[in-house]
């Protein structure tokens, strides 16, 4: 029995040994199932919201009487009218007048006419003279807004001028760096990111760090969508937290996204997407928005001859006493400058009486009414009646002249002595430019004010005063015949009165110290004197 | 005739013998039948990932766990990541097998984006002091704005679309967040790096990758053999492909990426949407 046992024993003992040793051979322990495999907790992940949208202040600026944008669409501009329709939504609300260019010839007289230019992501260049044309609009206390965006490139390689001769990537960093050269700010070619804090995306950079502006007034936090950094000297508006990060270095740089000039007129930004929708939603973009318009709204550009015939602001009196005949000349001259008027939609009336609230143009003879005298003296200019040098007296110069010996021993003027033959004529003396014969000579005068301008149009005579009109009274006044200087035009007519003392002398030289520029007549045939411009003009 | 104690010494002699002989006659080829030669199932990804690629590798998943002789997987990858929802779906599954056996990475040329979303499912990481490792997060181009057209109609404002552009970002950062959960449990204490320089989407060489936690070692295929091999506490093992086993058929080409008209294949996806890929850079700029 107990032998039986023991072979069974044996038994399970061999059949198990194949198991054991297969086992041991092929083991090395048991292996631990892992069933704490952790996986992501998918059902707890949601979408990142953004902040709730700050709705616009409800109380809206005045804005500028003469309020009205411009923006560019010239230079290749890397967007959609549609695309700012907030902003433009704004300036609707305000009343603002906007307007697009897209034809450069006319860029100089566009900004004449308004108080804010925009331009926005452009990729191809800014000639020099339109550089100067808008250096000239800031200058006069006009408003420019220029908008860089990183993500608005040409990349020649994904359009159809891939063919062009242009193989390098356009972007508008490098062109809007040539206009904001003069006011110290300067776009780097870059974007700014966040990976701590952001609003869904790390390139959705959240700024809650202002510099107080107008700009940034009533803000607590925006979101620029991708925004170029900006080096400035100037003021630097927008700024990230510390984790801020330019791509350029992948440091914080303090750069800021947004920066104003120091006179205040230049307003930069680094994004575009922040004033679109929806992001234009975001924080308070909204607000951010509104600033920009508001600041867009508020230059005012200060008038001058350049600008003609955008001169006033206010309604415009043409005077003209009430108790005075208008003869023909004065009523076309009237006629012209309403027309011109009208069209820019300047209100303008005739009256004999000067409102203090009303801008004033007066057409006057000379010598000036006691109306206009005053104005006059402003600009220093005087009247006089002078000898006027004919060839036959600057010949006389170089005659020698026989004197005599009195009896006192005193030198007298012999009897041989030629007394030169002379004319006299009138003349106008302008400080700084030199002395013009009346006859001929037509004077604008601009007495720019806050409350009131004064424009003074003077010629010889009323036939003279309507070629004067014509020259400053048209859609696109040329000037460039005209000595200029500040407010003060001097420009050669060819309506010269009959009975007037002067004479042309084309032959040989005539006037002195004058120099003269090619001045084309517009409406006459009569031959033309070359003048020289002045700096200005 | 014997005389009979000699016959019942000859019985009992027999009896014995076959008490030992029969059960190891009878043991050893049951043995070799239910204790097999472990094997290390290798499935290797080369190709980006994608419906057909994912399809494979879940197919050589569910083989692995069916498949009680191996002990432990071995995923070999050169990889630039693929799309979001294959990649998630390979993911998941490796989580199935994790629970079963032990999952080895071993990175190859690349485990990039996507790929190393795989690889931080799996127990172990080894890469080569030059893999490329790391690419962390999502890559997508926003679906165009909602509009109409004369001779397409729609039901819905966003049914040509999917979302808005702005729903779709915030759609990519959430996915960025899942996969960061990912490589946290994934990674644990082994991180060295800080989130935002994980989630910065760089690449790393292998051996930078070891330097802050986003790999375990420096390593070969067959040092990952081993490494399985302990964990699964197994020797004497084979290493066999996965694919062969799976019976899956060879790869052919791959019709994830867009191909140019003149037959050149672009590092770019042929399909839009969220992918969890990386596109080199000299590719991204063009």
Same mark, same amino acid.
């Given at each position: 029995?107990?032998?039986?046992?023991?072979?069974?024993?044996?038994?399970?003992?061999?059949?198990?040994?194949?198991?054991?040793?297969?086992?041991?051979?092929?083991?090395?322990?048991?292996?631990?199932?892992?069933?704490?495999?952790?996986?992501?907790?998918?059902?707890?992940?949601?979408?990142?919201?953004?902040?709730?949208?700050?709705?616009?202040?409800?109380?809206?600026?005045?804005?500028?009487?003469?309020?009205?944008?411009?923006?560019?669409?010239?230079?290749?501009?890397?967007?959609?009218?549609?695309?700012?329709?907030?902003?433009?939504?704004?300036?609707?609300?305000?009343?603002?007048?906007?307007?697009?260019?897209?034809?450069?010839?006319?860029?100089?007289?566009?900004?004449?006419?308004?108080?804010?230019?925009?331009?926005?992501?452009?990729?191809?260049?800014?000639?020099?003279?339109?550089?100067?044309?808008?250096?000239?609009?800031?200058?006069?206390?006009?408003?420019?807004?220029?908008?860089?965006?990183?993500?608005?490139?040409?990349?020649?390689?994904?359009?159809?001028?891939?063919?062009?001769?242009?193989?390098?990537?356009?972007?508008?960093?490098?062109?809007?760096?040539?206009?904001?050269?003069?006011?110290? !700010?300067?776009?780097?070619?870059?974007?700014?990111?966040?990976?701590?804090?952001?609003?869904?995306?790390?390139?959705?950079?959240?700024?809650?760090?202002?510099?107080?502006?107008? !700009?940034?007034?009533?803000?607590?936090?925006?979101?620029?969508?991708?925004?170029?950094?900006?080096?400035?000297?100037?003021?630097?508006?927008?700024?990230?937290?510390?984790?801020?990060?330019?791509?350029?270095?992948?440091?914080?740089?303090?750069?800021?996204?947004?920066?104003?000039?120091?006179?205040?007129?230049?307003?930069?930004?680094?994004?575009?997407?922040?004033?679109?929708?929806?992001?234009?939603?975001?924080?308070?973009?909204?607000?951010?928005?509104?600033?920009?318009?508001?600041?867009?709204?508020?230059?005012?550009?200060?008038?001058?001859?350049?600008?003609?015939?955008?001169?006033?602001?206010?309604?415009?009196?043409?005077?003209?006493?009430?108790?005075?005949?208008?003869?023909?000349?004065?009523?076309?001259?009237?006629?012209?400058?309403?027309?011109?008027?009208?069209?820019?939609?300047?209100?303008?009336?005739?009256?004999?009486?000067?409102?203090?609230?009303?801008?004033?143009?007066?057409?006057?003879?000379?010598?000036?009414?006691?109306?206009?005298?005053?104005?006059?003296?402003?600009?220093?200019?005087?009247?006089?009646?002078?000898?006027?040098?004919?060839? /036959?007296?600057?010949?006389?110069?170089?005659?020698?002249?026989?004197?005599?010996?009195?009896?006192?021993?005193?030198?007298?003027?012999?009897?041989?002595?030629?007394?030169?033959?002379?004319?006299?004529?009138? +003349?106008?003396?302008?400080?700084?430019?030199?002395?013009?014969?009346?006859?001929?000579?037509?004077?604008?005068?601009?007495?720019?004010?806050?409350?009131? /301008?004064?424009?003074?149009?003077?010629?010889?005579?009323?036939?003279?005063?309507?070629?004067?009109?014509?020259?400053?009274?048209?859609?696109?006044?040329?000037?460039?015949?005209?000595?200029?200087?500040?407010?003060?035009?001097?420009?050669?007519?060819?309506?010269?009165?009959?009975?007037?003392?002067?004479?042309?002398?084309?032959?040989?030289?005539?006037?002195?110290?004058?120099?003269?520029?090619?001045?084309?007549?517009?409406?006459?045939?009569?031959?033309?004197?070359?003048?020289?411009?002045?700096?200005?003009? | 005739?014997?005389?009979?104690?000699?016959?019942?010494?000859?019985?009992?002699?027999?009896?014995?013998? &076959?008490?030992?002989?029969?059960?190891?006659?009878?043991?050893?080829?049951?043995?070799?039948?239910?204790?097999?030669?472990?094997?290390?199932?290798?499935?290797?990804?080369?190709?980006?990932?994608?419906?057909? /690629?994912?399809?494979?590798?879940?197919?050589?998943?569910?083989?692995?766990?069916?498949?009680?002789?191996?002990?432990?997987?071995?995923?070999?990858?050169?990889?630039?990541?693929?799309?979001?929802?294959?990649?998630?779906?390979?993911?998941?599954?490796? %989580?199935?097998?994790?629970?079963?056996?032990?999952?080895?990475?071993?990175?190859?040329?690349?485990?990039?984006?996507?790929?190393?979303?795989?690889? $931080?499912?799996?127990?172990?990481?080894?890469?080569?002091?030059?893999?490329?490792?790391?690419?962390?997060? !999502?890559?997508?181009?926003?679906?165009?704005?909602?509009? +109409?057209?004369?001779?397409?109609?729609?039901?819905?404002?966003?049914?040509?679309?999917?979302?808005?552009?702005?729903?779709?970002?915030?759609?990519?950062?959430?996915?960025?967040?899942?996969?960061?959960?990912?490589?946290?449990?994934?990674?644990?204490? /082994?991180?060295?790096?800080?989130?935002? $320089?994980?989630?910065?989407?760089?690449?790393?060489?292998?051996?930078?990758?070891?330097?802050?936690?986003?790999?375990?070692?420096?390593?070969?295929?067959?040092?990952?053999?081993?490494? %399985? &091999?302990?964990?699964?506490?197994?020797?004497?093992?084979?290493?066999?492909?996965?694919?062969?086993?799976?019976?899956?058929?060879?790869?052919?080409?791959?019709?994830?990426?867009?191909?140019?008209?003149?037959?050149?294949?672009?590092?770019?996806?042929?399909?839009?949407?969220?992918?969890?890929?990386?596109?080199?850079?000299?590719?991204?700029?063009?």
């Amino acid at each position: 029995m107990i032998s039986k046992i023991l072979r069974t024993i044996l038994a399970v003992l061999m059949f198990a040994l194949p198991f054991a040793i297969r086992f041991t051979y092929y083991n090395r322990g048991t292996y631990q199932k892992n069933q704490l495999v952790e996986l992501p907790n998918y059902e707890e992940l949601s979408l990142p919201q953004p902040n709730l949208s700050t709705p616009s202040a409800k109380t809206i600026s005045q804005p500028a009487v003469s309020a009205s944008v411009l923006i560019d669409f010239i230079h290749g501009n890397y967007f959609k009218i549609t695309e700012i329709d907030p902003l433009t939504k704004i300036f609707r609300d305000m009343d603002i007048p906007y307007t697009i260019t897209n034809d450069t010839d006319t860029l100089e007289d566009q900004l004449r006419q308004v108080s804010a230019f925009i331009v926005i992501a452009p990729t191809s260049p800014f000639t020099k003279i339109e550089l100067q044309v808008i250096q000239q609009f800031i200058d006069r206390g006009g408003r420019l807004l220029v908008i860089a965006d990183p993500t608005r490139y040409i990349d020649p390689t994904e359009t159809f001028f891939y063919s062009a001769p242009v193989v390098a990537i356009v972007y508008s960093v490098d062109i809007c760096n040539q206009l904001l050269a003069p006011y110290q !700010i300067k776009f780097n070619q870059d974007y700014l990111y966040n990976v701590v804090r952001n609003e869904g995306n790390f390139r959705n950079v959240i700024f809650n760090q202002f510099a107080k502006s107008p !700009i940034t007034k009533n803000m607590q936090e925006v979101v620029l969508y991708s925004a170029h950094s900006i080096q400035t000297e100037a003021n630097g508006l927008l700024f990230g937290d510390e984790n801020t990060l330019s791509s350029l270095t992948d440091q914080n740089e303090n750069f800021t996204a947004a920066a104003l000039s120091e006179n205040g007129n230049v307003l930069a930004l680094g994004d575009l997407s922040f004033m679109t929708v929806p992001y234009s939603q975001i924080s308070d973009n909204q607000i951010l928005i509104q600033n920009i318009a508001e600041f867009l709204a508020g230059g005012s550009p200060t008038p001058n001859l350049t600008t003609l015939p955008f001169l006033f602001s206010r309604p415009v009196i043409l005077y003209h006493p009430t108790d005075t005949v208008m003869d023909a000349n004065t009523l076309n001259a009237f006629a012209r400058i309403k027309a011109t008027l009208d069209r820019f939609s300047a209100a303008v009336e005739i009256s004999g009486t000067i409102q203090p609230d009303k801008d004033v143009i007066f057409l006057a003879v000379y010598p000036p009414s006691k109306e206009v005298e005053p104005y006059l003296e402003k600009f220093g200019i005087e009247f006089s009646n002078e000898p006027i040098p004919t060839q /036959s007296s600057i010949k006389s110069k170089f005659t020698a002249t026989p004197t005599t010996v009195g009896s006192n021993g005193q030198k007298e003027p012999g009897s041989q002595y030629q007394k030169p033959t002379e004319k006299r004529q009138d +003349v106008v003396i302008i400080p700084g430019l030199g002395k013009f014969p009346i006859a001929g000579t037509g004077l604008i005068l601009f007495n720019p004010g806050e409350k009131q /301008s004064i424009l003074t149009l003077m010629a010889e005579s009323p036939e003279a005063l309507t070629e004067l009109t014509t020259l400053v009274f048209s859609d696109y006044p040329d000037l460039s015949g005209c000595l200029i200087q500040n407010n003060l035009a001097a420009c050669r007519l060819f309506t010269v009165s009959s009975n007037s003392e002067y004479e042309y002398d084309y032959g040989d030289y005539t006037y002195e110290n004058y120099d003269y520029l090619t001045q084309t007549p517009a409406t006459t045939e009569t031959p033309f004197i070359e003048l020289t411009p002045t700096p200005s003009g | 005739m014997l005389p009979k104690p000699v016959r019942r010494s000859k019985l009992n002699i027999w009896s014995w013998m &076959a008490a030992i002989l029969l059960p190891l006659i009878i043991a050893t080829p049951l043995s070799w039948f239910l204790i097999p030669q472990p094997i290390i199932g290798v499935i290797h990804l080369n190709d980006s990932i994608y419906s057909v /690629s994912a399809q494979d590798m879940i197919t050589q998943i569910a083989y692995a766990r069916q498949h009680p002789e191996i002990r432990a997987v071995v995923l070999v990858i050169n990889s630039p990541g693929g799309t979001v929802v294959d990649t998630e779906s390979v993911y998941l599954e490796l %989580a199935l097998l994790r629970k079963e056996k032990p999952v080895i990475t071993v990175v190859e040329g690349m485990a990039a984006s996507g790929a190393y979303y795989l690889s $931080v499912g799996t127990d172990y990481i080894f890469a080569k002091p030059s893999s490329i490792v790391g690419n962390i997060g !999502i890559i997508g181009i926003l679906p165009t704005n909602p509009t +109409v057209y004369e001779d397409y109609y729609s039901t819905g404002p966003y049914k040509m679309t999917g979302s808005t552009r702005d729903t779709y970002v915030r759609e990519m950062e959430m996915l960025k967040q899942a996969f960061w959960e990912a490589v946290k449990l994934g990674r644990g204490s /082994s991180l060295t790096a800080p989130q935002e $320089v994980i989630l910065s989407g760089q690449i790393w060489l292998g051996s930078e990758a070891l330097k802050i936690g986003i790999i375990d070692a420096i390593g070969t295929q067959t040092e990952a053999y081993e490494k %399985a &091999a302990e964990m699964a506490k197994i020797a004497h093992y084979k290493v066999e492909d996965l694919r062969s086993l799976a019976g899956l058929p060879e790869i052919t080409s791959s019709s994830f990426y867009y191909q140019l008209p003149d037959g050149r294949i672009t590092p770019y996806p042929n399909k839009e949407g969220l992918y969890f890929l990386y596109i080199p850079p000299q590719e991204a700029g063009q």
